[in-house]
T-cell receptor, first 116, second 115 residues
Framework: TQLLEQSPQFLSIQEGENLTVYCNSS?????LQWYRQEPGEGPVLLVT?????EVKKLKRLTFQFGDARKDSSLHITAAQPGDTGLYLC????????????????FGGGTRVLVKP | ETGVTQSPTHLIKTRGQQVTLRCSSQ?????VSWYQQALGQGPQFIFQ???????GRGNFPPRFSGLQFPNYSSELNVNALELDDSALYLC??????????????FGSGTRLTVV
């Protein structure tokens, strides 16, 4: 069974501060995705990292995939109230389930609150 | 391009009853996955449907069952509802041949409350 652990579970910061969310596993993933979820909505894909050591930037958000493809981090620079939400990491297994798609394993999420 | 739509948005059921949740996948997507998200937790994989057949299942009992129709829409059925079934049920659609970086498109979910 593949498990993803996210830390911290909850983060409350002031506008303008930086924050980092971690996603760790003992399993290797073929790719890792980060989603953000607002209350009452489904998760929305932010980015997918595929290659070990890969770094991707999305405006003030920086995503990194570990060299061994077992862990990932999300760093937000100069956080804004609009960054508030539940951040979820999700890993795709290295094996394919039959013909189509991959079952995603989600972490427990990190709830981020950015206060103005 | 329409996104993933789920119905109903909210539902209250009594313990022991049965419920059917519906999902219309995004245009061009042929694979539907269902997830259960308990309050304060990440989504848990229930099962996936591809070409109208179950294509992988998570650690959920047989009273959780599903269907996929020729138009790729899907249903999730839960029999003999228990209080712990109270959760947000998410449907996600994807295309079997899409590149890994495309991810899933999720619906807004159905909030099920079992009393």
């Amino acid at each position: 069974t593949q498990l993803l652990e996210q830390s911290p579970q909850f983060l409350s910061i002031q506008e303008g501060e930086n924050l980092t969310v971690y996603c760790n596993s003992s399993s290797v993933f073929s790719s890792l995705q980060w989603y953000r979820q607002e209350p009452g909505e489904g998760p929305v894909l932010l980015v997918t990292v595929v290659t070990g050591g890969e770094v991707k930037k999305l405006k003030r958000l920086t995503f990194q995939f570990g060299d061994a493809r077992k862990d990932s981090s999300l760093h937000i620079t100069a956080a804004q109230p609009g960054d508030t939400g539940l951040y979820l990491c999700a890993g795709a297994p290295t094996y394919m389930i039959k013909a189509a798609g991959n079952k995603l394993t989600f972490g427990g999420g990190t709830r981020v609150l950015v206060k103005p | 391009e329409t996104g993933v739509t789920q119905s109903p948005t909210h539902l209250i059921k009594t313990r022991g009853q049965q419920v059917t949740l519906r999902c219309s996948s995004q245009s061009g997507h042929n694979t539907v996955s269902w997830y259960q998200q308990a309050l304060g937790q990440g989504p848990q994989f229930i099962f996936q449907y591809y070409r109208e057949e179950e294509n992988g299942r998570g650690n959920f009992p047989p009273r959780f069952s599903g269907l996929q129709f020729p138009n790729y829409s899907s249903e999730l059925n839960v029999n003999a509802l228990e209080l712990d079934d109270s959760a947000l049920y998410l449907c996600a659609s994807s295309f079997d041949r899409q590149p890994p970086n495309y991810g899933y498109t999720f619906g807004s979910g159905t909030r099920l409350t079992v009393v």
